[in-house]
């Protein structure tokens, strides 16, 4: 079964240092998220991206995150400057694009953050 | 913008007994909704979904949910509960239609069922 892949497992940079987190999505899906889940909380939505452009971001998606889909298959979240409430666990997904209702979101494993 | 609550931080339950997670959005459109499942140490994984049509849908494990548009609300459910269920319960929506709408989750609902 297809499934969403994220690398590395586990990141840990110190406070200022620019990181990027990698995620392939499933290979026939157009849409692709980025979310977080800081430690004991919910998890809250980053980004949104479609047709190599951003599609809707939230409040917590600053000046200092991008995302970039470099080629075919990986997408990428940076953060430039990393600061200590990033640390987090970031889960990539992706959908697929039915042109109606249909919007499943499948995840990937996430990628746990630990600034320093 | 949407908001998801879910009622229950903490449930504990023993082997076979009934669970019922309650969830309630608020959202002044038309939703998808969604119960997302995370075992210890693996990541999200869907359950069940709900786009249109009947509002008592069905998971996977032996889960169920029932939309009720008028309570605004998306209860999941389970008969009889195993140990294996042990885990956090996410609810969530987004605006039903097509594209990259994000998800809002619901704080989550650490179960933990006792043998």
């Known amino acids: 079964e297809p499934e969403v892949t994220q690398t590395p497992s586990h990141q840990v940079t110190q406070m200022g240092q620019e990181v990027i987190l990698r995620c392939v999505p499933i290979?026939?899906?157009?849409?692709f998220y980025w979310y977080r889940q800081i430690l004991g909380q919910k998890v809250e939505f980053l980004v949104s991206f479609y047709n190599n452009e951003i599609s809707e971001k939230s409040e917590i998606f600053d000046d200092q995150f991008s995302v970039e889909r470099p080629d075919g298959s990986n997408f990428t979240l940076k953060i430039r400057s990393t600061k200590l409430e990033d640390s987090a666990m970031y889960f990539c997904?992706?959908?697929?694009?039915?042109?109606?209702?249909?919007?499943?979101?499948?995840f990937g494993p996430g990628t746990r953050l630990t600034v320093l | 913008a949407q908001s998801v609550s879910q009622h229950n931080h903490h449930v504990i339950l023993s082997e076979a007994a009934s669970l019922e997670l309650g969830c309630n959005y608020s959202?002044?459109?038309?939703?998808?909704l969604f119960w997302y499942v995370q075992y210890p140490g693996q990541h999200l994984q869907l359950l069940l979904k709900y786009f249109s049509g009947d509002p008592l849908v069905k998971g996977i494990k032996g889960f169920e949910a029932e939309f009720i548009k008028s309570k605004f609300s998306f209860n999941l459910r389970k008969p009889s509960v195993q140990w294996s269920d042990t885990a956090e319960y996410f609810c969530?929506?987004?605006?039903?239609?097509?594209?990259?709408?994000?998800?809002?989750f619901g704080k989550g609902t650490h179960l933990i069922i006792q043998p």
């Open positions: 997904a992706s959908s697929e694009s039915s042109g109606g209702y249909y919007n499943e979101q499948f």
């Open positions: 969530a929506v987004n605006a039903a239609g097509g594209g990259a709408d994000g998800l809002t």
């Open positions: 959202y002044g459109g038309t939703v998808n």
């Open positions: 290979s026939n899906h157009l849409y």
